[in-house]
């Protein structure tokens, strides 16, 4: 184990330009995001009564964000903007997948030369194992929802947690396995 560590940290301060790369990459799109949920958060935020009034004027709140939510199209714009961000990386991860891989096992090639070339020569098969393995995380999901979903009760939050805490578990587990599968494909 100790040797697979120095090995791959070795590796990657070889690659200070992927390491620069991958650095941005996160950087942009947690900012994005950041700034996306705080647009949404804050001003909701600044409506809310908090302990200063009465339990009521709280109720009120929570009543009148439920019937927003429920009988307005006011969550239409958040969810496609929240889609079109998604499309947006999973389009974007194939490629920086392909141009990492082929730089890591290609280091006698020059850096920013060997990105490239790995993001030319094997996006569409890194865009074709992504989709599969998307397809292949999300077909769980299905058999999950079916099991949970007469349990489902939104006044009691307990009672769907309980039955769905183990599911979601071995959710997990298989989400990290097929990533890791897929890694090594």
């Given amino acids: 184990m100790k040797y697979y560590l120095k090995h791959g940290w070795g590796l990657a301060q070889k ?16 900012t994005v995001i950041s700034h996306f949920i705080k647009t949404i958060v804050v001003p909701i935020m600044y409506r809310y009564p908090g302990g200063v009034l009465s339990k009521d004027a709280v109720q009120v709140f929570w009543a009148e964000g439920q019937f927003q939510l429920t009988k307005t ?3 239409h714009s958040y969810a496609w903007t929240l889609l079109i961000m998604l499309a947006i990386r ?4 194939p490629f920086i997948n392909a141009g990492i ?3 890591l096992h290609h280091t006698d090639l020059h850096q920013a ?15 074709g194992l992504y989709a599969v393995k998307t397809l292949l995380q999300l077909l769980p999901l299905v058999g999950v929802w079916y099991k ?18 183990p599911w979601i578990l071995i959710y997990l587990v298989y989400s990290y ?6 890694m090594y494909i």
């Fill in 90 to 93: 999973m389009v974007l991860t």
């Fill in 73 to 75: 199209d006011l969550i």
């Fill in 113 to 127: 030369y060997r990105f490239v070339h790995g993001i030319r020569k094997h996006s569409k098969a890194f865009f």
């Fill in 148 to 165: 949970l979903k007469d349990s489902l009760d939104l006044s009691n939050v307990s009672s769907f947690l309980l039955p769905a805490v």
């Fill in 101 to 103: 891989y082929y730089s």
């Fill in 177 to 182: 396995l097929l990533h890791i599968v897929f």
């Fill in 15 to 30: 690659q200070p330009v992927l390491i620069l790369l991958l650095f941005v990459y996160q950087l942009v799109w947690g």
